[in-house]
């Protein structure tokens, strides 16, 4: 893979339409409820796990087993939201990182269900394990097939994945940006402000912030059905505490609450989390390539804080926003 | 006329404090009553126990005759009882307007299922509320700032934006916390002629707490007053002023207050 092939592109824009979803997930707890999930990944785990066990342990077809993946995690959404939601804030922030890392230590002790440490690959043994994935490898050979019709040899498997991805991305972030538009996401801004004062109103507070915890949870969960197909086998390392954070960081980058920022700030970061692999010049050549890996963290770290510094309301939110009482 | 708002026997410790202290006091309908008393009285307390903020350790609410104490304020607030907050409580990143048109009941768009299924009723009620949120703020010449963020408002504004916000919500019974604190002389004076005017045109009553002794008596029909947690009297305001028990505990308690 090359700096500049098409291939290499085209796998920054996977992330980052997949990150475009799971941020946009957070954007409607964080951003418009106030809700602050830390365990955002753990979702996007359960959805991935879900259609993986499914699929390969249950012999679901791939279809079912995806539905089930976004339904068992609304369900697990609401199940951390109906004992803690009526909490103040930051005991639901306490309740979702313990939640994320028992769902990351039951998937890699519980190996006969989950593939444990190793991961999916382990699932049902070598031949079996990926059998979710030649079902996703036919639908994607079906829109590759179709695409070739319209751009010929470019598209590449990479690039009908990146155009799958970003299609379902697209259409979600339409679908959600209207509803956070309507008079349901108004209420949610209100609880973000003040709940006592929504409560005032006769808005039922407890029933929205559900709902925004259910479908922040659906929303990571699709992302977590893509990461799956696009990666094929997956372990409970990928969903650790740090792609909260990345979700995180994509919200707060574009600015909190501005939907159409997040599209451009999955891209800013896939570009980070992928780009380091450019640093091959001194003094970056003292590290060797892993080394070099986590220095993207680092950037990442320094991008946020620079952020904060000069550009509090990020890169498209509005400044006098954050001055307001 | 059985009395809209009925509070009996309430009783609110926090830790070792005894907040309300088997409190009873009723709002007669189409009535202006003041709950008055010095700091620390309970009134304050009183408040979030009736509009369901609080949930009472002992005693009973009843509003129009139905039993209210233990709901959740929104269920409190969707029977007819709007409140306002001694802080005003102004959704500040969102617009003036949007905090007017949030107070609206009965709104089809704010349910997600609704919005899916009937997508035309909701965006038929948004127009209907919005038309009635400009109206009543142009009642506290508020129409002008009507797109600003609600954060970048004045104290005073905040008050009469809270006041008009619970007015959306079509209310039978307003509780305002001290609606004059922090609002000028003449917007305050403008502000009791609203109150007025809407008990008058509108059959809305009123509960209301305040510090400024003056205008609480020319104002209410009824002066209801506390001290340490107990409702010490009751009457018309020339009764109340002319009690003793009043003047030695809550006139005295005033006249000590700095300032």
Redesign the interface.
Known sequence: MTALSLEFWAFVGVIAGIYTILALGLQVQFGFTGLLNFGHAAFMAVGAYTMAILVVKASFPLWAASLAAIAAAIAFGLLLGLPTLRLRADYLAITTIAFAEIVRYVAINEQTLTGGPVGTIALAGPGRAASYNAEWLDVQRTVQDWLEAVIGDHATRDVTMLVIVWAVALVLLVVVDA?LR???G??L??I???E??????????FAYKL?ALALGAALAAVAGLFFAFQFSFFSPGDFDPLVTFFAYTIVILGGTARNWALPVGAVLFGLIFAGTRFFDFTPFTLFDSADRAYLRLIVIGLILIGLMLFRPQGLFGKR??MV?? | MSPLLEAREIRKRYGGVVAVDAATLSVEPRSITALIGPNGAGKTTLFNVV?G?ARPDSGSVLLGGERIDGR???AV??RGL??T?QTP??????SVL?NM???A?R?P????WR?VATPGA?RR??REIRERALELLGLVRLDGLAGD?A??LSGGQRKLLELT??L??EPRLLLLDEPMAGVNPTLALQLLDRIRTLREEQGLTFLLIDHDLDVVMSVSDRVIVMNEGRVIAAGTPAEVRSDPQVADAYLGAHAGEPG
């Open positions: 509803a309507s008079p349901w108004r209420v801004r209100s973000r402000e003040d006592d004062a929504a409560s005032a109103l006769g808005k039922n507070v709902q006098e926003e307001l009482e | 509009s903020f959740t304020p929104h607030a969707r709007a409140r907050f409580k102004a959704l500040t990143r969102m949007e048109l949030l107070a009941p709104h768009g704010e349910q997600l919005l909701g009620r948004e963020y954060g970048t916000r619970a959306m919500t």
